[in-house]
Structures are given as C-alpha cells and as structure tokens.
T-cell receptor
Framework: DQQVKQNSPSLSVQEGRISILNCDYTNSMFDYFLWYKKYPAEGPTFLISISSIKDKNEDGRFTVFLNKSAKHLSLHIVPSQPGDSAVYFCAATVNTNAGKSTFGDGTTLTVKP | DVKVTQSSRYLVKRTGEKVFLECVQDMDHENMFWYRQDPGLGLRLIYFSYDVKMKEKGDIPEGYSVSREKKERFSLILESASTNQTSMYLC??????????????FGPGTRLTVT
C-alpha cells in the first residue's frame, strides 16, 4: 500500500515557464508535507514544506499548495531554470512518528534552455 | 552547516559477505535513518533510530540490521549480502521535537553492488 504517490515519473518544461509537480497521499493522519530535490550522485536536500493547517507556502520561486480534501499537494516552480533539473521527492509525516517520513517515488524534472 | 557523511561512495561486495555501511552526522541530531533508493521505487525506509541504542524497523528491514552505539553514528549491516541488495543506500538525520524534526539531512549515498 503506497501511501504517497507521484504519478508522473518525469516532466519536461522550457526554461522560464512554470513547472508543476504533483503528489497524492492516502493516509489522512499525515499532517506535514515536504519536498526534497536530488541531483545525481548526491543525497536529497530539503526544498520546502507545508503544515496541514495551511494551504499554501511560498519560498522564492517555489510554492507548495495543499488540498487536504483531495489529499493532494503540488510544487510550483516559477520561473523554471536549467539548474532546477533534478529528481523531486514528495514526503509526508505524522506528528507522532519521531520525524519518520514516507516518500513518494520521485519525479524527474528536466528544464530545457 | 549540517553534515552527514557516509563511509564509502561506491562499494562492490560478493554474495554472502557481511557488509557494513557507516554514517556519521555532526549536528547532534537524535534521529537517524537508513533508506535504499531504487529506480521507480523512490526512497524506502530500512531502519531508523531516535536515540542511542534505540532502533525501529522501517518498511523493508528484512536482510538488514543496524547499530547505534554513539549518538553521531548509525551503522547499517547486511549480514549476508545478496544480489537483490544492490542499490543506492542513503543515510539521513534530523533533530527531535517540533516541525524541525521533519526535515531530514541526507548523506551523499553509497552505491552498493553485490556480485
């Protein structure tokens, strides 16, 4: 039972346009969500997060939207840059789980110059 | 600046060997994690530890064990390596308490090949 799903394995966008990465979850107990970015041969790095009490969190070019009723979150990157090309992982956690997160499969974003 | 280091970037072992993967973090984090990453399967949690000598099974603990004798060090042990354990292994750490505990800091990974 995969509790966090990223249904698009890959996404390709043109530089300067918007990138939208999607994530769906099934466990209604999740109350905090994170996005990580991973370059080849490196470990993932934290990008942005959102608490379940919010529906939007913005940090520069990156915005995460949460729709709790649909159990869906999305990451928007505007404008996209070639350096954003990476694998993006969505993660979800429950407050009582000692920091343990459940990760999605990842989406490979390619931003073309 | 948080730093998580892993003992090897690349490792080649033979089937049946005992394999040790070491992870060290320098930020006094309580929580430490071991994941494996496989194409199309994302990050799967093998074991995690929320304190010295404490450990809990993750989603795929079979064939693995862990050791945490010191707060900064978390070791993953493959008792008898098999070819289906060929994978990228990632270690992570996080502080305890509040929403800061949710953000994990990852090491660079160890690419293990079992032949």
């Amino acid at each position: 039972d995969q509790q966090v799903k990223q249904n698009s394995p890959s996404l390709s966008v043109q530089e300067g346009r918007i990138s939208i990465l999607n994530c769906d979850y099934t466990n209604s107990m999740f109350d905090y969500f994170l996005w990580y970015k991973k370059y080849p041969a490196e470990g993932p790095t934290f990008l942005i997060s959102i608490s379940s009490i919010k529906d939007k969190n913005e940090d520069g070019r990156f915005t995460v939207f949460l729709n709790k009723s649909a159990k869906h979150l999305s990451l928007h990157i505007v404008p996209s840059q070639p350096g954003d090309s990476a694998v993006y992982f969505c993660a979800a956690t429950v407050n009582t789980n000692a920091g343990k997160s459940t990760f999605g499969d990842g989406t490979t974003l390619t931003v073309k110059p | 600046d948080v730093k998580v280091t892993q003992s090897s970037r690349y490792l080649v072992k033979r089937t049946g060997e005992k394999v040790f993967l070491e992870c060290v973090q320098d930020m006094d984090h309580e929580n430490m994690f071991w994941y494996r990453q496989d194409p199309g399967l994302g990050l799967r949690l093998i074991y995690f530890s929320y304190d010295v000598k404490m450990k809990e099974k993750g989603d795929i603990p079979e064939g693995y064990s862990v050791s945490r004798e010191k707060k900064e060090r978390f070791s993953l042990i493959l008792e008898s390596a098999s070819t289906n354990q060929t994978s990228m292994y990632l270690c992570a750490s996080s502080p305890s308490g509040g929403t800061n505990s949710y953000e994990q800091y990852f090491g660079p990974g160890t690419r293990l090949t079992v032949t």
